[in-house]
């Protein structure tokens, strides 16, 4: 099995910058494609970004494309989301999650794994 455990959440201004870590153990962390979602108090969850296996290839929601950047480390077995020119809408629990069916990493039901979750506040 896989374990995923987010870090990096904080509070932050406006318009400051932030990256959030994913460190994964278990099955090789290489083999699967890797996503970043978020959920807003009382929004449903959004995707945010994903990653493929080999980190070649990023995929973004159009609310993040430009600000925010999806990498991956194989070696440390470690998913990074850097995060710039935060807004108040940012503000929202973010996960991340691993081995989504191909193609569909924009669906959260389609990821098998699952790290418990990061805060992360945006102040104006």
């Known amino acids: 099995q896989v374990h995923l455990v987010e870090s990096g959440g904080k509070v932050v201004q406006a318009g400051g910058s932030l990256r959030l870590s994913c460190a994964a153990s278990?099955?090789?962390?290489?083999?699967?494609?890797m996503g970043w979602f978020r959920q807003a108090p009382g929004k449903a969850r959004e995707f945010v970004a994903a990653?493929?296996?080999?980190?070649?290839?990023?995929y973004y929601a159009d609310s993040v494309k430009g600000r925010f950047t999806i990498s991956r480390d194989n070696v440390k077995k470690t998913l990074y989301l850097q995060m710039k020119r935060l807004s108040p809408e940012d503000t929202a629990a973010y996960s991340c999650?691993?081995?989504?069916?191909?193609?569909?990493?924009?669906?959260?039901?389609?990821?098998?794994?699952w790290g418990q979750g990061t805060q992360v506040t945006v102040s104006s």
């Open positions: 278990g099955r090789s962390f290489s083999d699967y494609f």
């Open positions: 990653i493929s296996d080999s980190g070649d290839a990023t």
């Open positions: 999650a691993g081995n989504p069916d191909y193609g569909l990493w924009e669906n959260p039901q389609t990821y098998d794994y």
